[in-house]
């Protein structure tokens, strides 16, 4: 068993690796290096890390698909790091699995803080209480962390259905967006609360909810979001 969590960093910048590398051990982590798309989909899956630091940009391929081959056999928590910060390319990563995105430049400083949350949120213990719960064809299990639709399972990452769940939970009442932030992703949270909206484009896309005629997710604009109740849909 390791002493310390074990932290693998994909970027091939050594402007990058060496001070962030050093940055994490005196933080108390280990770190290890890929430089490419195929040592880190090799050291991923042989040193099963704590977590991932993952950039986009690598000589030999995408960071994207690193991401989708990582997330296909571990549920390993996977922070990506950009200098590519267009929504756009946020969704994309978020979708594949991606539990935060920090964008380029950044201080070591605030991605340990993003790793500390991140490590934190992957290991509380599942929520349970409740029992499963169902709402006009959406039938979530928190005890299995499954979602289906009509019956067709739907695959989510780890703060998808914990903002799923959370809405759901409070099914017919607006959440406001700061208590959403606060239990699904962390109290101290400081990135950009739009990681929040991202999610919940990735919830409506994967539930065919459409944002002007939604049926499920409804926003309430400058409070937060609300799910819709049982006698609604």
């Not at 340990?112 to 719960?133: Q, Y």
Request: hydrophobic fraction near 45%; include cysteine.
């Amino acid at each position: 068993m390791r002493s310390k969590r074990l932290i693998l960093l994909v970027e091939d910048e050594e402007s990058i690796t060496i001070p962030l590398a050093e940055a994490l051990q005196r933080e108390g982590f280990e770190a290890r290096v890929a430089g490419t798309a195929a040592e880190a989909i090799r050291l991923g899956t042989k040193l099963r890390p704590d977590l991932v630091l993952l950039d986009l940009m690598l000589p030999d391929g995408s960071g994207f698909d690193v991401c989708r081959e990582l997330r296909a056999v571990s549920p390993v928590p996977i922070i990506i790091l950009s200098a590519k910060g267009e929504e756009a390319d946020r969704v994309v990563g978020l979708e594949l699995g991606a539990d935060d995105y920090v964008v380029k430049p950044f201080s070591a400083r605030e991605v340990v803080a993003r790793i500390r949350a991140v490590l934190r949120r992957a290991s509380a213990p599942a929520e349970t209480d409740g029992g499963p719960i169902e709402i006009g064809g959406v039938h979530l299990d928190r005890s299995r962390r499954s979602v289906t639709r009509d019956g067709e399972l739907l695959e989510f990452s780890r703060k998808e259905f914990d903002l799923l769940a959370l809405l759901m939970q409070e099914a017919g009442t607006v959440v406001p967006r700061e208590r959403l932030i606060d239990e699904v992703w962390d109290v101290n949270w400081f990135g950009s609360t739009k990681t929040l909206d991202v999610h919940v484009s990735a919830l409506r896309k994967k539930l065919v909810d459409d944002s002007a005629q939604p049926r499920y997710l409804h926003t309430i604009r400058g409070v937060g979001f609300r799910f819709a109740g049982a006698d609604e849909v």
